[in-house]
């Protein structure tokens, strides 16, 4: 018989790292919740037209995205990521705006699969959608910032850029060469961020985006810079920093970290995507966090590990399992975790298992205590066993566990 493996780039994530991974979605929660951020679940799947409009000189969608016709004739496509989505569900809900979204869950790319680059990973993140202010890019920036900051990771730098506006080729489109209209869509600026080395000379050469920033690009990057400032959030202005979606528009950053020496996590301003997606002019800016990756850094820099995970109680019985299976439903009812072994196991081995499960309080019952109706409550980690009715096994757990 096959035994069934993961699909490469897939993988389980299992206790304890689960158990952080909770803890990590948690922290996210806790850190934009407080600001106002609201949550949204979109659908994993979309119709493929959603990721096509964002990305059409993207690998991550050209190449990458995991899509197929349904049963029922839709072109639709696992969500390579959620911006797009929650763009989507803007335009079809129309909330009060300014909106203030967060995300956490999975998305698709098929990539070749990597130290850090999955084929299904996860990523938290927010959007605000329908505000220009330059405060704002600078609270979505700072809320990263803390989140990461907050996880305990030092090794961390937050590179930003404005890419200014389109405006002046789009204004001028009629003038272009046909080819540089192709350029145009399919987003010049891309070019910056190859690797290749036989670009780089010609990259070194390029003219600085900075050298044509309209009046009002400009100084929204300035109120950006300053805001960062005045939070006392240090930064490095890379004006390399393109990111590898094609609807950014003025301010992009991203949170280096780690020994990869990538990205966590990054986002931008993409003040023109919600009317590619159909919906009115709105003005949008947000950024996706790798949760796979930035966990990675934690364990690079030894911060944030996996919680402990331990059951306060756990129950003996050697009298086949039925005084196990009342004790440890009645102290779960009252809100103290328990666990008991089960195939009525040997007295040793279910010590053993309680010494497994990280108890600090082992209760045991055995024939003389059924027939006498009491129950052992003897403590793991130190400390006098006592022998106790029924009645008094909660309230000396309650002085045995405080
Ligand atoms: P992007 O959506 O491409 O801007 O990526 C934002 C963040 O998501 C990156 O900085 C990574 O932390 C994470 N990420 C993107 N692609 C992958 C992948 N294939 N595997 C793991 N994490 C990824």
Known sequence: MTEFRTSPGMRDILDPESGRWRRFVSAFEHTVEPAGYRQIIPPLLEDIGVFQRVGEATDVVTKEMYDFVDKGERHVALRPEQTASVCRAFVQHRPVTPWKAWYSGPNFRYEKPQRGRFRQFDQVGIEVLGATDPFLDVEVIALGWNFLAGLGLRRLTLQINSL?????????????????????????????????DEDHAIIASAPRIADF???????????????????????????????????????????????????????????????????????GIGFAIGVDRTLLACDDEGVFGAPPTSVQVFVIDTTGGAEALVLTDELRRSGISADRAFESRSMKSQMKAADRSGAAVALIIGSDELA?????????????QVSVSRAEVLPTLQKVLT
Do not use: M
Request: aromatic fraction near 8%.
């Open 164 to 196: 200014g506006e389109p405006v002046h080729f789009t204004s001028n489109l009629e003038a272009l060469s046909a080819e540089s209209r192709i350029t145009l869509t399919k987003n010049p600026l891309r070019v910056l961020d190859s690797k290749r």
């Open 372 to 384: 006498s109706g009491t129950v052992v409550v003897r403590p793991l980690r130190g400390g006098e």
């Open 213 to 283: 920033y309209s009046d009002q690009a400009r100084t929204h990057f300035a109120s950006v810079r300053d805001g960062l400032e005045r939070l006392g959030i240090p930064f490095v202005v890379n004006e390399r920093l393109v990111r590898g979606l094609d609807y950014y528009r003025h301010t992009t950053f991203e949170y280096v970290g780690g020994t990869l020496d990538s990205a966590l996590g990054g986002g931008g301003r993409y003040d023109g995507l919600v009317e590619d997606l159909g919906g009115p002019p709105t003005p």
